[in-house]
């Protein structure tokens, strides 16, 4: 028996960060396999107020690292943390969401322990004869699915995209014990001082993608100013976001942030509506959480109708045209379903 599975824990806003309790809740079935302990390690200042939430996620022991120097969050004193602790106690696993953060430390830690790393996972099992770590990530640009196993090294490490798993609290959880760890001298040096702190604007705040009921996309065949306007109208009637296909983020029409897919945002909303989009694997790969899928292509023959639940053989332009129409209409009768 080793000695148990790490989940290392984000902070965001005024607790865990989502990726976070979606690991929490998937690691559950990974501990039944190894029948080892589910640890979530929280590192940072002013973190100890968030101790007893992995708990509700199924953690079974929390470990605690709150000093004063890891404000402003440096990447390599973070990751030389995780690989010291890692060293002295010998979890089994390490993972992490494939958030900014981590994909700035995992990889110092990953080099200090001298294991592997595999990054943007979208599933994760064990593997029942060896007791291994399957690691499925996408490949060769996102068109087949890779499975990584860490045969010899040990953590075995990886990153998971959010959304990939859903965050399910438990109906019954105690506080289980919180161990904490006070940081030796040389893991005190902080690189960076913080001399001045901005938050954000409201028009630069990114939408909550992940957690949006209705998702609407533009692909290559709308890449028009005009009808990513339209697009906009029709998001903001359903009550939800509008998202893109790389080629549109790349022509500067939308965000980058706006991008959906293997290297965007990964979604699992109620409604998916695309327009115009081909389904490229490196796109469906971030939208296979979706519950219904609506596609809107000229294209028969477009990958997108093998996803779809319902499809639309026609020009896009014209059903955009339609829709806003309706929407419209319904605004103006006061209905509040559309």
Not at 100 to 109: L, V
Not at 140 to 160: D, F, H, K, S, W
Not at 170 to 191: A, F, I, M, T
Not at 194 to 213: H, L, N, R
Request: some cysteine; charged content about 25%; glycine content about 10%.
């Amino acid at each position: 028996m080793g000695s148990g599975i790490w989940v290392i824990g984000e902070i965001e806003g005024y607790g865990l960060h989502p990726v976070t309790q979606e690991l929490l809740s998937k690691s559950r079935s990974l501990r039944e396999e190894l029948g080892e302990e589910l640890s979530c390690l929280l590192v940072g200042h002013d973190v100890a107020r968030f101790k007893e939430e992995p708990f509700r996620y199924g953690a079974d022991r929390v470990i605690l690292v709150e000093d004063s120097s890891l404000e402003p969050f440096s990447e390599t004193q973070f990751g030389k943390i995780i690989a010291e602790l890692a060293r002295e106690k010998g979890p089994t696993i390490i993972l992490s969401g494939a958030t900014e953060r981590a994909k700035a430390f995992m990889p110092i830690a990953q080099t200090i322990l001298e294991t592997g790393l595999t990054a943007n996972c979208m599933d994760l099992a064990i593997d029942p004869q060896t007791k291994v770590l399957l690691q499925t990530r996408p490949a060769y640009g996102g068109n087949l699915m890779a499975t990584i196993v860490c045969r010899e090294r040990r953590p075995q490490m990886a990153t998971v995209r959010a959304g990939v798993f859903k965050a399910e609290q438990l109906s019954e959880w105690k506080v289980g014990p919180v161990e904490e760890v006070e940081l030796k001298d040389e893991l005190r040096q902080n690189p960076l001082t913080q001399v001045a702190f901005e938050p954000k604007s409201d028009d630069e705040a990114i939408p909550d993608y992940k957690g949006a009921d209705v998702v609407v996309v533009a692909g290559r065949g709308v890449a028009e100013k005009g009808l990513i306007e339209k697009l906009k109208v029709i998001a903001q009637a359903l009550g939800g976001v509008l998202g893109a296909t790389r080629p549109v983020t790349d022509m500067g029409l939308l965000p980058r942030h706006a991008q959906i897919g293997q290297t965007g945002q990964v979604v699992s909303p109620t409604l998916y509506l695309g327009f115009g989009v081909s389904g490229a694997a490196p796109h469906t790969i971030g939208i296979q959480g979706s519950k219904v899928i609506v596609a809107v292509n000229k294209d028969p023959e477009a990958p997108i109708f093998k996803l779809a639940n319902y499809g639309i053989v026609g020009d896009a332009k014209e059903i955009i045209d339609l829709l806003v129409d309706r929407l419209r209409d319904r605004t103006g009768r006061g209905e509040q379903n559309v």
